[in-house]
């Protein structure tokens, strides 16, 4: 089965503040993807970063970074120093990386307010 | 720019009526995908192809059907449509890079 689990429906927190968004995934292949993507209120899906299965680095770009885990089936994405602009829907993803149809499934997304 | 179209941006229709929506893509894509986003609910899977004539069921197939004759054009079909089915439509294709890029979205609502 292949799921993604996002606990967190909606975040607030003032600017400046860190926050965290969580992830849990669930897959039985070895070969995988996690993305995560931004949804702010103008409405376009906008990708964030891809991280493979083999690959178990932290990133980090600027305020963002990722926390993979496959120990716990996690890939966590923090922001530091959060802004206004950080207001939006983050959806993580999974992507089932083999044979033939490599089906790519989200999470139902969390929604992270920013307040002034 | 992925190169990735949709149409239309908008429809109104009335329950029962067939409606079909379009994806355009531009820069030949092997794998293509159709969402449905509503609050709650996330973005969750309708059909997806992996190649010409090649498509597969997602988490929330019932109603819905797709056809894919040629590389660049993914078209969902809702056969009858039902209120239900107001929503938010997607459509995505992926890169060889893997990530998806993401269409500006359709706002059917069946009334």
């Known amino acids: 089965a292949q799921k993604v689990t996002q606990a967190q429906t909606e975040i607030s927190v003032v600017e400046k503040e860190d926050v965290t968004l969580d992830c849990v995934y669930e897959?039985?292949?070895?070969?995988?993807?996690l993305f995560w993507y931004k949804q702010p209120p103008s409405g376009e899906l906008v990708f964030l970063i891809r991280?493979?299965?083999?690959?178990?680095q932290n990133e980090i770009s600027g305020r963002y970074s990722w926390n993979f885990q496959k120990s716990t089936s996690s890939f966590n994405f923090t922001i530091t120093a959060s802004q206004v602009v950080d207001s939006a829907v983050y959806f993580c993803a999974l992507l089932n990386y083999g044979g033939a149809t490599n089906k790519l499934i989200f999470g139902t997304g969390t929604l992270l307010a920013v307040q002034p | 720019d992925a190169g990735i179209t949709q149409s239309p941006r908008h429809k109104v229709t009335e329950t029962g009526t067939p409606v079909t929506l379009r994806c355009h893509q531009t820069?030949?894509?092997?794998?293509m995908y159709w969402y449905r986003q509503d609050p709650g609910h996330g973005l969750r899977l309708i059909h997806y192809?992996?190649?010409?004539?090649?498509?597969d069921k997602g988490e929330v197939s019932d109603g819905y059907s797709v056809s894919r004759s040629k590389t660049e054009d993914f078209l969902l079909t809702l056969e009858s449509a039902t209120s239900s089915q107001t929503s938010v439509y997607f459509c995505?294709?992926?890169?060889?890079?893997?990530?998806?890029?993401f269409g500006q979205g359709t706002r059917l609502t069946v009334v």
């Open positions: 192809s992996y190649g010409v004539k090649d498509t």
């Open positions: 820069e030949n894509h092997r794998y």
């Open positions: 991280r493979n299965s083999f690959d178990e």
């Open positions: 995505a294709i992926r890169t060889g890079g893997t990530e998806a890029f």
């Open positions: 897959t039985r292949d070895t070969t995988y993807y």
